[in-house]
């Protein structure tokens, strides 16, 4: 299996801005949107396929491996929460999307990245 990252930064607190709701360490690389794309399809083929365990594993390398936009950092999360749920990790679902409650935070997402996140808050 091709991971898009070998190995996670820290995790730090978060929660004034999209920014440092990630919290991604300065030393991480952007990554491609032809990347995150092939790592969106091939969350969205495990999770047809039943593979929630593996769905979860490409969405964490994909988090803590690169920097993200925040939209694509909030579209990344909001997919793993819906993951977790499908897990049965239903606290841990809600806990990913928290800092997401705070509107300064997403205020700073495109509308329909609001929509989206908004969304799975209220299922999480």
Same mark, same amino acid.
């Given at each position: 299996m091709?991971s898009?990252a070998k190995?996670?930064?820290?995790k730090?607190?978060a929660p004034?801005?999209?920014?440092s709701?990630?919290?991604?360490?300065? =030393?991480?690389?952007?990554?491609?949107?032809?990347n995150l794309?092939?790592?969106?399809?091939r969350?969205?083929?495990?999770?047809?396929?039943g593979l929630?365990?593996?769905a979860?594993?490409?969405l964490?390398?994909t988090?803590?491996?690169y920097?993200?936009?925040?939209?694509d950092?909030?579209?990344?999360k909001r997919?793993?929460?819906?993951t977790?749920?499908?897990l049965g990790? =239903?606290k841990?679902?809600?806990?990913i999307l928290?800092?997401?409650?705070?509107?300064?935070?997403?205020?700073?997402?495109?509308k329909e990245?609001?929509?989206r996140?908004?969304?799975q808050?209220?299922?999480?």
């Amino acid at each position: 299996m091709n991971s898009p990252a070998k190995s996670s930064g820290p995790k730090t607190a978060a929660p004034r801005s999209a920014s440092s709701v990630r919290g991604a360490p300065e =030393y991480l690389r952007t990554i491609s949107p032809e990347n995150l794309n092939k790592a969106f399809a091939r969350v969205g083929q495990a999770l047809r396929e039943g593979l929630s365990n593996e769905a979860e594993k490409i969405l964490t390398i994909t988090i803590q491996g690169y920097k993200h936009t925040d939209d694509d950092f909030a579209n990344l999360k909001r997919l793993l929460s819906f993951t977790l749920e499908t897990l049965g990790k =239903y606290k841990e679902s809600l806990d990913i999307l928290r800092p997401f409650e705070d509107e300064d935070i997403r205020s700073r997402l495109k509308k329909e990245t609001q929509v989206r996140v908004t969304t799975q808050l209220a299922v999480a």
